[in-house]
């Protein structure tokens, strides 16, 4: 069974700009969440989309949203990109119940100039 | 509030034995959860816990006390391979929260 898969793996931006970052989950896994990850903070929770609905979100500002599409892929895009922003977006998914296991992607390393 | 504390660093020697701890007080409890996650690579998935006690997988054991808000990870015969940040990880009411991880360097 195939893993994870993020796309793209790196991206530089700059302050202002916007960007999509796309996940597809291992098949069969209807639930998708998404992590942002910095040396300073670990890994911090940003929402958990379920057959295309948002279950959870994190403390993140409006800036930071999301959607999930019929065939469970997931997208979360961020506007308006400030340099604080850097930092490694990992998606994760799992198959349904609340104490599945949750299965990473390798990631995406955003840099924001 | 949730909050989860293991130490960010240690240092083992090849083929010793390393025991990482993980505290965590959380709003309900549904399972903890033991990643491995190498420089520059995503977290992979090592153990889960949801009933006290210990559970043993090969050279990587993890143990879980409810009642204490505690787990640790337990790494036999060190390998260098090792040297990794190990993420304790709480599932409660919540999504999954994560501590900030213990680095592991794993010296020969």
């Known amino acids: 069974k195939a893993g994870v898969t993020q796309t793209p793996r790196y991206l530089i931006k700059t302050r202002g700009q916007q960007v999509t970052l796309s996940c597809s989950p291992i098949s ?55 340099l604080g922003d850097s930092a490694l977006y990992l998606c994760a998914s799992s198959s349904n119940s609340h104490t599945d296991t949750q299965y990473f992607g390798p990631g995406t390393r955003l840099t924001v100039l | 509030g949730q909050n989860i504390d293991q130490p960010t660093e240690m240092t083992a020697t090849e083929g010793a034995i390393v025991q990482i701890n993980c505290t965590y007080q959380t709003s309900g409890f549904n399972g903890l959860f033991w990643y491995q996650q190498h420089a520059g690579e995503a ?27 505690y787990s640790y990870l337990l790494l036999k015969e060190l390998q260098m391979k090792d040297s990794a940040s190990y993420l304790c990880a709480v599932k409660g009411n919540t999504p999954l929260v994560f501590g900030k991880g213990t680095r592991l360097s794993v010296i020969a």
Do not use: A, C, I
Request: proline letters at 4%.
């Open chain 2, 43 to 69: 977290p992979t998935f090592l153990s889960y816990n949801v009933l006290d006690g210990l559970e043993e997988k090969g050279r990587f054991s993890s143990f879980l006390s409810r009642s204490k808000g």
């Open chain 1, 28 to 82: 069969g896994h209807r639930s998708v969440s998404w992590y942002q990850q910095t040396p300073g903070q670990g890994l911090q929770f940003l929402f958990e989309y379920f057959s295309e609905t948002q279950r959870n979100k994190g403390n993140f500002p409006g800036r930071f949203s999301g959607r999930q599409f019929s065939n469970s892929r997931s997208e979360m895009n961020v506007s308006t990109l400030e």
